[in-house]
T-cell receptor
Framework: RKEVEQDPGPFNVPEGATVAFNCTYS??????FFWYRQDCRKEPKLLMS???SGNEDGRFTAQLNRASQYISLLIRDSKLSDSATYLC??????????FGQGTTLQVKP | DTGVSQNPRHKITKRGQNVTFRCDPI?????LYWYRQTLGQGPEFLTY????????KSRLLSDRFSAERPKGSFSTLEIQRTEQGDSAMYLC?????????????FGQGTRLTVV
């Protein structure tokens, strides 16, 4: 079993749609959690941190469920510019950053 | 530019040759990570350092791969006797843990092609 698992997609959605990505992790001692965004042939960049209480940044909402070892990202009112790969990242108790496979989103006009 | 810097950006080498990549992290960051990424996959962990100490190395890595961070600043990743399967993007990231949920910043990567 992979340490961090994501549905690779692709998710093809129309502009304005709401889309949700999920991620599960295997190490219950994991400490920190992030969503990164990666554009084609570019390096990953932080989208947002994920907190147990849930957090929102504009159209983006991240949730963490430690009991179920599950992380989610919700994107509302999708824009064409949201098309990218979204990477779930878990920081282990040893400080190692572990990436999921990534979920590809394609927003169409 | 005070971001993470990687050199070279591109490297084409013949199978069997050795290659070395360099990463200069953000200056105050004490953690440095190396990852490998192939098309359609997420970054795969290779190794990471805290200051000059190599804390963990992936069991997936063969003995042909070695990384150093001699003074706790820049790092090098060497691949000996390259194989075609080593062709990938090699990414370096740095972070400064100590604050809750500290993010890692990535360099633009070194794209290796083994022919």
């Amino acid at each position: 079993r992979k340490e961090v698992e994501q549905d690779p997609g692709p998710f093809n959605v129309p502009e304005g749609a709401t889309v949700a990505f999920n991620c599960t992790y295997s190490n219950s001692a994991s400490q920190s959690f992030f969503w990164y965004r990666q554009d084609c042939r570019k390096e990953p960049k932080l989208l947002m941190s994920v907190y147990s209480s849930g957090n929102e940044d504009g159209r983006f909402t991240a949730q963490l469920n430690r009991a179920s070892q599950y992380i989610s990202l919700l994107i509302r009112d999708s824009k064409l510019s949201d098309s990218a790969t979204y990477l779930c990242v878990v920081v282990s108790n040893t400080g190692k950053l572990i990436f999921g496979q990534g979920t590809t989103l394609q927003v169409k006009p | 530019d005070t971001g993470v810097s990687q050199n070279p950006r591109h490297k084409i080498t013949k199978r069997g040759q050795n290659v070395t990549f360099r990463c200069d992290p953000i200056s105050e960051h004490n953690r440095l990570y190396w990852y490998r990424q192939t098309l359609g996959q997420g970054p795969e962990f290779l190794t990471y350092f805290q200051n000059e100490a190599q804390l963990e190395k992936s069991r997936l890595l063969s003995d042909r791969f070695s990384a150093e961070r001699p003074k706790g600043s820049f790092s090098t990743l060497e691949i000996q006797r390259t194989e075609q399967g080593d062709s990938a993007m090699y990414l370096c990231a740095s972070s400064s843990p100590g604050r809750e949920n500290t993010e890692a910043f990535f360099g633009q990567g070194t794209r290796l092609t083994v022919v």
